[in-house]
């Protein structure tokens, strides 16, 4: 059984760090990666990607949040984590983890359907 879970989030000032985690388990996935709910839309389908990691150490981030967040991957295989730091009111959102285990369909993409596992997902809410 695969399972996705997400941890981290909370509520923070402008200009404050949260650091999200994933587990992921099930199976020996090829790529891990946060997506983020856009603001103002409720469907499954409007999610945006936020950085993603690949098995061949490749990293990809959504240009708005480069030099703001890191992602990363813990010592145990399939954990995931997502520091952000400098965060903005306009990065609240609910945070998804996601996970594939077949390279070629995931690798260098952030289409939703490239990523079969998906987490529940943890609030992060920044204020002012």
């Known amino acids: 059984q695969v399972r996705v879970v997400e941890s981290g989030g909370g509520s923070v000032e402008t200009g404050g760090s949260l650091r999200l985690s994933c587990v992921a388990s099930?199976?020996?996935?090829?790529?891990m990666g946060w997506f983020r709910q856009i603001p103002g839309k409720e469907r499954e389908e409007d999610r945006e990607?936020?950085?993603?990691?690949?098995?061949?150490?490749?990293?990809m981030y959504k240009e708005t949040v480069k030099g703001r967040f890191t992602i990363s991957q813990g010592n145990v295989k399939n954990t995931l984590y997502l520091q952000m730091n400098n965060l903005k009111p306009e990065d609240t959102s609910m945070y998804y983890c996601?996970?594939?285990?077949?390279?070629?369909?995931?690798?260098?993409?952030?289409?939703?359907?490239?990523?079969?596992?998906w987490g529940q997902g943890t609030q992060v809410t920044v204020f002012s």
């Open positions: 996601a996970a594939d285990n077949y390279l070629p369909r995931c690798q260098g993409s952030w289409h939703l359907a490239s990523y079969n596992y």
């Open positions: 099930g199976y020996d996935f090829s790529c």
């Open positions: 990607g936020i950085a993603t990691i690949d098995s061949d150490g490749n990293i």
